[in-house]
């Protein structure tokens, strides 16, 4: 190891040998020259220590220092011997002051993956992705406050960092607290670019008792992270209706909830925040009501809005979208005045109310009877397959009644938007290229999509055949879209099993009116039933549907079979949208016949974010 902080280490990591230096080697008459300081070992064994002897003393001005030289054919078998001896060194150790920090450089509304990034002497840099695997990604995670890592990201899938890339050739035995305790070429010791930027996926479930750090990649003004956005409901009636569709816009920064002053809130701000929020259209509210409801609130001293209101809880002051963002943070916005100012933050305004439209999947609506062909059977039909949440797969079009995909080629977030708000979902989270959720079969359809992001349908933005661009397969588009949330993932649970993904199924259904966790009779039991859980779980596919549970013991107070007869057809959200008995009747009784799932994310493959440039 280095004797003096930003002295790194340049042994070789096991594994890799030697690597050739830049440039023409120079060839010393004796073969090997190695130079070392005083006190330290010199010949062949001051190869294998990093940092061997003792360090310097404190008015030193010199590290440990080796030099190699490339030997002539006389020394040829000695270079072999020392190489051989090099693979089997141990790694070095970071010389660190404290634990570093980490964060995740990542999509919006998923803290749990990202680019990994680490804050050393106070400036944030990336991490190569060399020899990076899942025990490396799986320390980052805990170290994050997540419980386990579900994969990595190589090649700069999230995006090119900035800055030094501190760390290469990271090795870990996995049993490390934090990834300053692995083994390294040192502190900014690394041949790599910004295009090998690693970057890991997490396993969505914190540590228990770990308050995690803002991990969000949306920038606001002044380069503020807009971590969250939600619709505080109003009215009593919206409170009782889910999801949330009606209500005062509030963003979470530092992990307050703030809310957003109405001046000059258009229609166009409004589909913005919709689509943050799962849904793809929005209409008027009726601002006399809710100013009424305001003025009314402002007057009462005990009212919360009213001490809110003195305590400057406005963040945004002004917001200016022209709609076709995927996030808030990327309109103009101006940030209201801090404390102490004489400003008011939101002068003669009060706080911004949007009204979202559910897309069909979460507000079902009776089928119209047409008579004659509606515009929606003349548009181009658009699919998603091989996702593993709703909301996100390949994007496949139907066109001369044969399904085909879409080249990523210019395909970016503007144009994934228009495919999930014309499927009934909001703006797109993510962009995803090369054939990340798998490849599909048949022609490639469309390719070079170009949306402006006020589209409709797919059919209305400009394309190519994709026969004209020689795409391939392998470059097949997909989305991940958002989505509203429904509770759905606070109704079913898995307890018992060996990890997270296992279980016996626990669900919460209203018994008398009372809201009672018990379990699910397994007559019938099928992958389709397991399917709707492990996706309503948001733990991807299913991989056993499970009839017999008697080596899972389930929660003692959920041990009654609430659900039985239940079938699926495989669309459904959660298991309680499925068909099942009114009365239960299972003919296994509960115990050891408890149905129970084993899921599985075959998403294994790397996630990009594209930004909105064409």
């Not at 969250?228 to 109003?234: A, D, G, N, S």
């Not at 997909?478 to 429904?486: H, K, Q, S, Y």
Request: hydrophobic share 30%; net charge positive.
């Amino acid at each position: 190891m280095a004797g003096r902080a930003g002295r790194p280490c340049t042994q070789a990591r096991p594994g890799r040998g030697l690597r050739p230096p830049r440039g023409r080697p120079r060839l010393g008459a004796g073969g090997w020259r190695i130079k070392s300081p005083q006190g330290a070992p010199r010949g062949p064994l001051a190869l294998l220590g990093c940092g061997a002897g003792p360090a310097p003393t404190s008015g030193s001005s010199r590290s440990p220092e080796v030099t190699v030289m490339w030997p002539p054919p006389a020394t040829f078998s000695l270079f072999l011997l020392l190489l051989l001896l090099l693979d089997q060194a141990p790694p070095c150790r970071l010389q660190s002051s404290g634990t570093k920090k980490l964060r995740l450089v990542g999509p919006a509304n998923r803290p749990e993956e990202g680019r990994l990034e680490v804050l050393h002497q106070g400036q944030w840099g990336t991490v190569c992705d060399d020899d990076f695997a899942l025990q490396e990604a799986t320390v980052a995670c805990r170290q994050l406050g997540f419980e386990s890592a579900l994969t990595w990201a190589h090649s700069a899938k999230y995006g090119q960092g900035e800055g030094p890339i501190w760390l290469d050739n990271v090795r870990c035995l996995g049993t490390e607290n934090t990834l300053d305790q692995c083994g390294s070429n040192g502190w900014g010791v690394s041949d790599c670019r910004h295009s090998e930027d690693v970057g890991v996926v997490c396993h969505p479930q914190r540590q228990r008792g770990y308050h995690s750090e803002k991990v969000s990649n949306a920038l606001g003004p002044q380069g503020r992270r807009l971590e969250e956005v939600r619709l505080k409901p109003i009215l009593a009636s919206a409170k009782r209706h889910s999801p949330v569709t009606e209500g005062a816009v509030e963003v979470r920064y530092e992990g307050h909830w703030r809310q957003v002053c109405d001046q000059g809130w258009t229609m166009n701000n409004s589909r913005v925040v919709c689509g943050m929020l799962g849904f793809p259209s929005q209409v008027p509210v009726n601002s006399h009501y809710y100013r009424k409801v305001w003025n009314l609130k402002m007057k009462d001293p005990k009212s919360r809005l009213n001490s809110l209101t003195k305590k400057n809880s406005f963040w945004i002051h002004r917001v200016d979208c022209l709609g076709t963002e995927p996030h808030l943070a990327k309109c103009q916005v101006q940030v209201a005045p801090g404390r102490g100012k004489l400003r008011p933050a939101c002068p003669g305004g009060m706080h911004a109310v949007v009204s979202c439209v559910a897309g069909p999947h979460f507000h079902p609506q009776k089928p119209k009877p047409r008579h004659k062909e509606s515009r929606a059977e003349q548009e181009l039909k658009v699919r998603l397959r091989s996702g593993a949440q709703v909301g996100e797969g390949r994007v496949e079009v139907l066109l001369n009644r044969q399904w085909g995909t879409v080249c990523d080629h210019r395909w970016n977030l503007i144009s994934a938007s228009v495919v999930c708000r014309q499927l009934g979902f909001g703006s797109a989270r993510e962009a995803l290229f090369g054939a990340q959720l798998g490849q599909g079969l048949g022609p490639i359809h469309l390719s070079e999509v170009r949306c402006r992001g006020y589209e409709r349908t797919l059919s209305d933005c400009l394309a190519l055949e994709g026969s004209q661009t020689g795409c391939q397969h392998a470059n097949d588009a997909a989305v991940r879209c958002n989505i509203p949330d429904m509770g759905f993932q606070n109704q079913v649970r898995l307890a018992g099993g060996r990890n997270p993904e296992e279980g016996v199924v626990e669900v919460q259904v209203e018994v008398n009116g009372v809201p009672r966790w018990g379990t699910v009779c397994s007559d019938h039991w099928g992958l389709m039933e397991a399917m709707v859980t492990c996706r309503q779980l948001g733990l991807g596919y299913a991989n056993f549907a499970i009839q017999d549970t008697w080596y899972w013991q389930g929660t003692p107070e959920a041990k009654e079979v609430v659900m039985s007869g239940v079938r699926c057809s495989g669309t459904e959200l959660a298991l309680q949208q499925c068909q099942r008995h009114g009365p239960v009747h299972c003919s296994h009784g509960p115990g050891r016949f408890s149905a129970g799932v084993a899921c599985m994310n075959r998403s294994t493959l790397k996630y990009t974010v594209e930004d909105t440039q064409m």
